[in-house]
């Protein structure tokens, strides 16, 4: 009889009743596994990425401040060139982080993620934060730094020289002052980063799924367990 049914399932002839429920069992158990390996695998991607997201915030902001301080007016050209390079080394892996999929290729981590979608929205809009609320130079692109199509960053060499000669005091308190540049970067970081932030929050999301995943991993397990006896017994005496 067990070998009848074996053969019926594909399992093979010659077969007692513990060989076949374990072979049913570990079956059973492999096409789960592969399901719960690829959330895994999915989630996982997801949290690295966020991290990476507020680590690279986190280094922006440090690196411009670091950077800024005790710049003059001679070494603005340099600081500028430098932040927009740093942005834009940002942008990138978050461009890669939402690359949607195709036939040829594979989606990005945070692909169709709302958070990701939040920190594309504010870097799009940086170029035009008020950082002073006085004179003709208030934002990065009154000096000729602007956002492309593909959301980096671009300087606009002679846009920039005009500025700065035009009005140094001005560029320079823009870019070099607590309340200039400096400021609004931090501030970005921590609307993206703390508290309810678009970051913050699809981290602790993801983290969550991450749990949720573990404890379908544990109830694989004794699920699989259960089904060894269940079938153990419906096999029972069939050899």
Request: hydrophobic share 45%; no cysteine.
């Amino acid at each position: 009889m067990i070998t009848s049914i074996a053969s019926s399932l594909g399992i093979g002839s010659g077969i007692n009743t513990k060989t076949l429920v374990a072979e049913l069992a570990a079956n059973a158990r492999e096409a789960r596994e592969f399901t719960i390996v690829g959330r895994e695998r999915s989630n996982g991607a997801r949290i690295s990425a966020i991290a990476s997201l507020k680590d690279g915030l986190a280094s922006l902001v440090k690196d411009y401040a670091d950077s800024a301080s005790g710049v003059d007016t001679a070494g603005l050209k340099k600081l500028v060139n430098a932040f927009v390079s740093g942005f834009n080394v940002l942008q990138g892996s978050l461009a890669d982080a939402v690359r949607g999929g195709s036939v040829l290729v594979s989606a990005g981590a945070l692909s169709g993620d709302s958070a990701a979608r939040a920190v594309q929205a504010e870097f799009r809009r940086f170029s035009q934060v008020e950082l002073a609320t006085t004179g003709t130079y208030k934002s990065l692109s009154d000096i000729g730094i602007a956002v492309s199509r593909t959301g980096a960053l671009t300087l606009d060499v002679a846009k920039f020289d005009a500025a700065v000669a035009a009005a140094p005091t001005e560029v320079s308190a823009l870019l070099v002052s607590s309340t200039g540049l400096s400021s609004a970067l931090g501030a970005m970081r921590d609307r993206l980063t703390l508290g309810n932030g678009a970051l913050s929050v699809a981290s602790a999301r993801y983290e969550r799924i991450g749990t949720a995943i573990a404890r379908e991993r544990v109830r694989m397990e004794d699920d699989n367990g259960r089904l060894v006896d269940r079938l153990t017994r419906s096999f029972g005496g069939m050899d």
